[in-house]
């Protein structure tokens, strides 16, 4: 969610003290490296005569048989689902179907990710934030027209919520990270709760009919409250009753590691079973600033910054991916997007995932933009076909610009991946 549109109350309540990574040099935003986008996806409208779709989180499916026929799945919440070509081109578009009791009112799908399992098949799954629960679609690489087809069950639970009345006030699922147990092949979903620091674990299940549910395993609560170094104690500043909550998540398969972006304040690491005790890897840079909630504005007025906050990441942290290389090593990304940015981190837990740099997606001519305030990202270190032989970054645009229209207009950038290593090794 971009920074501009929300912000968080400051909670006095209880204090944790996780271990914070060192802080490395600053990079100014201006003198990061610049990759383009090779392609761009039609714009999606945020308003009633555009169908109330809005992008926001990508996933890309490699076609093992052809890989020039891979594609590219994307949540447009209310809109449902977007299925694209490596040429950026809609395949398919999904409605975002009405829940259980929800009086027909919409689904609104916010992340989605994928699994590649034995037992479930390849899924795109995602979290339908308007009835707060997962769906799931099964792909067929020899669905041209069709690839995606429903197969949720009829009965998967809230995942959160108690009642319909809870579903209503929108503390449901959010964002959403899948990965398959190597050594059982069970596959598992890990589902963060809007406006609250809670991470839920599902096992997803196979059904006698073919569908696919879920069940709970156990949930964790990230801290909304932290211990600065002065010996104060520090929330971050936002609306009523609202918490930091946690969006952008992935799950390392090289080591069962979960990455998790709490928005106003950084990237965790945790094991992906929820066990264990979580380390805030980098900060924002707002953390630890006060700030007054002003009810007239609804947005908070900073305080003094008493310099406890990171050097790479301005709030909100949002999209996170991998960049998966054969030997273990690689890239965690990240979107900083309240500067437009993003930054890399090295995956070696032993490195203390140190800072390898950062970039910016900037416009490739007058018809091509960047990629503004983004909010959800994906890559895929693996070649795909003619268009993208040294793999794909796709990225959420929060302000895509179609011909200077004011309409509310967000869509997906497509980059070439090698470009981004390229830039990050430099």
């Known amino acids: 969610m971009p920074a501009a549109r929300?912000?968080?109350?400051?909670?006095?309540?209880?204090?944790?003290?996780?271990?914070?990574?060192?802080?490395?040099p600053v990079q100014a935003a201006s003198r990061l490296p610049v990759v383009t986008p090779r392609a761009e996806?039609?714009?999606?409208?945020?308003?009633?005569?555009?169908?109330?779709a809005d992008a926001d989180d990508p996933a890309i499916w490699r076609n093992p048989a052809d890989p020039?026929?891979?594609?590219?799945?994307?949540?447009?919440?209310?809109?449902?689902?977007?299925?694209?070509?490596?040429?950026?081109?809609?395949?398919?578009?999904?409605?975002?179907?009405?829940g259980p009791g929800a009086d027909d009112a919409p689904g609104r799908f916010n992340n989605?990710?994928?699994?590649?399992?034995?037992?479930?098949?390849?899924?795109?799954?995602t979290t339908d934030r308007g009835n707060d629960r997962l769906r799931f679609y099964r792909i067929d690489r020899d669905g041209a027209d069709a690839p995606l087809a429903d197969v949720t069950g009829r009965t998967v639970p809230a995942v959160f919520s108690a009642s319909q009345d809870e579903i209503d006030k929108q503390r449901t699922a959010y964002g959403l990270a899948t990965f398959t147990?190597?050594?059982?092949?069970?596959?598992?979903?890990?589902?963060?709760?809007?406006?609250?620091?809670?991470?839920?674990?599902?096992?997803?299940?196979?059904?006698?009919?073919?569908?696919?549910?879920?069940?709970?395993?156990?949930?964790?609560?990230?801290?909304?409250?932290?211990?600065?170094?002065?010996?104060t104690s520090w929330s971050p500043c936002g609306e009523p009753g609202?918490?930091?909550?946690?969006?952008?998540?992935?799950?390392?398969?090289?080591?069962?590691?979960?990455?998790?972006g709490q928005e106003d304040v950084g990237i965790w690491r945790l094991k992906a079973d929820l066990t264990g005790i979580p380390k805030l890897i980098d900060k924002v840079r707002e953390y630890g600033v006060p700030g007054t909630y002003d009810e007239a504005t609804e947005e908070c007025a900073a305080g003094a910054d008493p310099g406890f906050g990171g050097k790479r990441l301005t709030a909100d942290v949002e999209g996170l991916t991998l960049v998966q290389e054969d030997?273990?090593?690689?890239?965690?990304?990240?979107?900083?997007?309240?500067?437009?940015?993003?930054?890399?981190?090295?995956?070696?837990?032993?490195?203390?995932?140190?800072?390898?740099?950062?970039?910016r997606v900037a416009g490739a001519s007058a018809t091509l933009d960047g990629s503004e305030e983004c909010d959800g990202a994906a890559a895929l270190n693996e070649p795909l076909g003619r268009r993208y032989p040294n793999g794909l970054l796709v990225v959420q645009d929060g302000h895509d610009a179609p011909g200077g229209s004011d309409r509310p207009s967000t869509n997906f950038k497509f980059v070439d991946l090698g470009k981004v290593i390229d830039a990050v090794d430099d």
């Open 6 to 24: 929300k912000s968080l109350v400051v909670l006095a309540t209880a204090v944790a003290t996780f271990a914070v990574a060192a802080a490395g």
């Open 41 to 52: 996806t039609a714009a999606l409208h945020d308003d009633e005569a555009g169908g109330e």
């Open 68 to 98: 020039d026929r891979s594609l590219v799945v994307a949540t447009a919440k209310q809109g449902g689902l977007r299925v694209y070509d490596l040429d950026a081109r809609e395949v398919q578009s999904i409605p975002a179907p009405a």
């Open 112 to 125: 989605v990710d994928l699994v590649h399992s034995s037992r479930l098949g390849d899924l795109a799954v």
């Open 181 to 231: 147990d190597p050594a059982t092949g069970r596959s598992f979903a890990l589902v963060s709760r809007r406006e609250r620091t809670r991470i839920a674990l599902l096992e997803l299940i196979s059904e006698a009919d073919g569908s696919v549910g879920y069940r709970k395993v156990r949930t964790l609560d990230l801290p909304h409250s932290f211990r600065l170094p002065d010996g």
């Open 242 to 260: 609202e918490l930091p909550q946690v969006e952008g998540m992935v799950v390392d398969p090289a080591n069962g590691m979960l990455y998790a």
């Open 327 to 359: 030997d273990g090593d690689g890239l965690l990304l990240a979107s900083s997007q309240g500067d437009d940015t993003f930054a890399a981190y090295d995956r070696e837990v032993s490195d203390a995932n140190e800072y390898e740099g950062g970039f």
